[in-house]
């Protein structure tokens, strides 16, 4: 099974400022289509998880461009370049290579 | 709009049995492929169970192998967990999840959950 392990777990944030999250896999996610299966996911106090992020680096319909998602391989990294009060929530690296695993989750809150 | 309602969950004791439901609205459902995905109270998200546009493939997680089934009526546009010999560790939020036509495919959108509590 793919491990996928977040850091860190809770990050305190003053409005304005950048937010980065570290996902590291337990085996690569560059598949042999030259697609890399790695998202990430919002879940806001609340609601249902939400898309953010789709292949590391694609930012889906309607996601604000504050957001961007780099990485490659087993390293991976979600950025707020400038964090606001509506970004609160847990975020989620999710892997799809190998049926479909989770991080932990890293809450963001806002200082 | 492109929706999916889940309904089912409730109350259960240890050992019992249960099934989740999920409406599907919007949207081509037997084109599609579909999960569930749950959550611990106060704990991270945990994929559980996939099944094929068709029917004809079905994956579950080990944790739930051989208690939990997922099916689907095409006709009916519905998605269904069967749930049996249920343990503490099944309590969870449920969520039933759509995972998109594009290949590899991501999870969206998602239902907003059916609660599940497993207690004497």
């Known amino acids: 099974d793919i491990v996928m392990t977040q850091t860190p777990l809770s990050l305190s944030v003053t409005p304005g400022q950048p937010a980065s999250i570290s996902c590291k896999s337990s085996?690569?996610?560059?598949?042999?289509?030259?697609?890399?299966?790695l998202y990430w996911y919002l879940q806001k106090p609340g609601q249902s998880p939400q898309l953010l992020i789709y292949?590391?680096?694609n930012r889906f319909s309607g996601v604000p461009d504050r957001f961007s998602g780099s990485g490659s391989g087993t390293d991976f990294t979600l950025k707020i370049s400038r964090v606001e009060a509506e970004d609160v929530g847990v975020y989620y690296c999710?892997?799809?290579?190998?049926?479909?695993?989770f991080g932990q989750g890293t809450k963001v809150e806002i200082k | 709009e492109v929706q999916l309602v889940e309904s089912g969950g409730g109350l259960v004791q240890p050992g019992g049995s249960l099934r989740l439901s999920c409406a599907a609205s919007?949207?081509?459902?037997?084109?599609?492929?579909m999960n569930w995905v749950r959550q611990a109270p106060g704990k991270g998200l945990e994929w559980i169970s996939y099944?094929?546009?068709?029917?004809?493939?079905?994956y579950h997680a080990d944790s739930v192998k051989g208690r939990l089934t997922i099916s689907r009526d095409n006709a009916k546009n519905s998605l269904y967990l069967q749930m049996n010999s249920l343990r503490a560790e099944d309590a969870a939020v449920y969520y039933c999840?759509?995972?998109?036509?594009?290949?590899?495919?991501?999870?969206?959108?998602w239902g907003q959950g059916t609660l599940v509590t497993v207690s004497s």
């Open positions: 999710m892997q799809s290579i190998q049926l479909w695993t």
């Open positions: 292949e590391v680096f």
């Open positions: 999840v759509r995972l998109s036509s594009a290949s590899p495919g991501w999870f969206d959108p």
């Open positions: 099944i094929s546009s068709s029917g004809s493939i079905i």
């Open positions: 919007g949207f081509t459902f037997n084109s599609y492929e």
């Open positions: 085996q690569s996610l560059l598949h042999s289509d030259g697609k890399t299966y």
